[in-house]
């Protein structure tokens, strides 16, 4: 069990989830927490990596850093989604093995399950069928994450377990309209048309895409409550059990905003696969569940982000 002094690495703490999980850390009064940013300590390095990990030789290891991007950067940032993400987990992964982290956590993401998997996304569909295009680099590193953690664990009893969130949302998202996931993207694009007196928001794709989405914040708890309680191979979906399409949350996130004009869909963008929903059996057996609704998390980041009332 994690103690209140005990050394806890959180490897990408500024981004949204590694900045949910020090918060939560934080929050539960821990005092004992390492972190690093990456212009100070590059992950994909081999040798700095491991001169980290024997200078500081972390207890805990939250493995939360990663290439992460939307459907467009994913797509066209193919070589680097797969190699910086391979580099950064592999070397984490490892000298967490040579320096005897009790614990590492994880974190992948729903785009490992095959596209045409059946809904919900049980756990044991994994490696059924062949994945999403726009985002195999970046699935493919992280399946590989899950396998390296379950292999450690096999070969040399290393308590390494893997987390699967579906999509994110929460504080510190990226809103770079090129390369950011789609909640964030619609928050700026509602507000700054807003803002402008726009007449018309273009979003990408049909509309008909289902998504799920989990609040940084819920996935940070649940994240916590799972280094306590799952010791096992095998990863655990974290996700809300529920998803939306696309144009209802353009809606959704119109409204928020208060924006009164129209919605142009651009179809020649892509929709990636057409479904993603999680089943949260697992997750629910073990005992957590999700509590921030979404329009409620919605409404927190506009206000956060754009300062609005
Ligand atoms: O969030 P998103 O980029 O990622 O896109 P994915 C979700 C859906 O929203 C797609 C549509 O159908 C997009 O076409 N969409 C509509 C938009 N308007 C926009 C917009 O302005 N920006 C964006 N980004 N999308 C990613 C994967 O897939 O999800 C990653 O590429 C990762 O690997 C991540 O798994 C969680 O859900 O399609």
Redesign the pocket.
Known sequence: MMQKDSRIYIAGHRGMVGSAIHRKLLREGHDNIIVKASQELDLRNQQVTADFFKEHKPEYVFLAAAK????????EYKADFLYDNLMIQNNVIHQAYEYGVKKLMFLG???IYPKMAPQPLKEEYLLTGLL?P??EP??VAKIAGIKMCDAYRYQYGCNFISVMP???YGPNDNYD?QK????P??IR?FHEAKANGTAEVV???TGT?L?EFLHADDLADACYYLMQQYNDAGFVNIGVGTDIS?AEL?EMIKDIVGYKGKIIWDTE?????PR?LMDVTKLTKLGWKATIQLKDGIKEVYKQKFDTN
């Open positions: 992460v991007g939307g459907i467009l950067a994913n797509n993401s729903s785009c999403e726009t985002n970046y699935a579906t999509n994110l309209l950011s996931h789609v909640l993207a619609l694009k979003v990408w794709g895409p998504r696309i353009a963008k892509p929709d990636g696969t993603k």
